[in-house]
């Protein structure tokens, strides 16, 4: 992160954290009537709550940082992402389906990118109050306490969150589908929960995108874990698609080991 942003952080970090939660709140709101939803696409459900989270925190995060871009799952992208150095990436749900029956399992996942590389982020689950955030360089932290991926190496040990829609996937892979699973549909929420070593694992074989990512990885790599696709292949953010093929997110040991068996069980 350059000085100029760093400063920028440290003299507005504690503004930024309160929108989030002031988004969160907006979430809350809704859950108390009926939800309106809709689909912009087949199995992706979006709610006149992720458009005005969305609003929120464009309206706020652009009159506090007018130089920086913008990129939304649920806004039009306009382009300020590539001609800005900064742009803030943002999912005002993530986790809709579970938003919409009231699972404690959706998260608000907000970056700021630097080019295309994550500089902040932050993960706010308002049904469990958690505050997960990292700065690059800084160490990562869940409601201000330090956090840290675990350190196991056998795979049977692992816990292995991954969304319900994914689930039969794991019948091609012997080795993973005996683990332990922990059913949730927001990756992001899956991937701070890695970085705070409650689960050893995140795993998506479907295609996600930037806002989807962008926070989580750097959560989880400022709390000592690893993030790449599911062929070890690094995550590049702000491509032209904005498509990343799939993740698997855990310890450097872990993840290498579930690069071998996926392979293994591919060909």
């Known amino acids: 992160m350059n000085f100029e942003n760093k400063q920028l952080l440290k003299n507005c970090k504690q503004l930024i954290f309160n929108a989030v939660k002031n988004a969160g709140k907006i979430a809350l709101e809704f859950e108390k009537k009926k939800i309106n939803f809709w689909y912009k696409s087949k199995n992706q459900p979006v709610t006149d709550a992720d458009i005005e989270i969305n609003n929120y925190l464009k309206s706020f995060l652009l009159e506090k940082y007018p130089d920086f871009g913008w990129l939304s799952e649920e806004t039009l992208d306009d ?24 699972k404690p399992e959706y998260t608000i996942s907000l970056a700021l990118v630097y080019k295309s590389n994550p500089i902040f982020g932050i993960i706010y689950n308002p049904k469990t109050k958690e505050l997960f955030y990292a700065e690059k360089k800084n160490g990562a932290f869940c ?54 070593g409650e689960i050893d694992i995140a795993l998506s074989l479907t295609k996600k995108s930037d806002w989807d990512l962008a926070a989580g990885a750097l959560i989880i790599e400022e709390a000592g874990g690893v993030i790449t696709e599911k062929s070890g292949k690094p995550i590049i953010y702000n491509t032209d698609n904005l498509e990343i093929p799939s993740i698997i997110a855990s310890n450097l040991r872990i993840q290498r080991k579930m690069i071998e068996d996926i392979k293994a069980n591919e060909k």
């Open 79 to 102: 382009g300020s992402r590539n001609k800005k150095k900064n742009f803030w990436c943002l999912d005002p749900i993530d986790g809709t389906r579970s938003f919409l029956n009231g």
């Open 143 to 196: 409601n201000d306490k330090k956090i840290k991926v675990n350190n196991k190496i056998n795979i049977k040990e692992c816990n292995l969150g991954i969304s319900n829609s994914e689930f039969e996937s794991l019948k091609k892979f012997p080795s993973l589908k005996n683990l332990k699973i922990t059913r949730m549909g927001s990756i992001a929420y899956k991937i701070a929960l890695v970085a705070k």
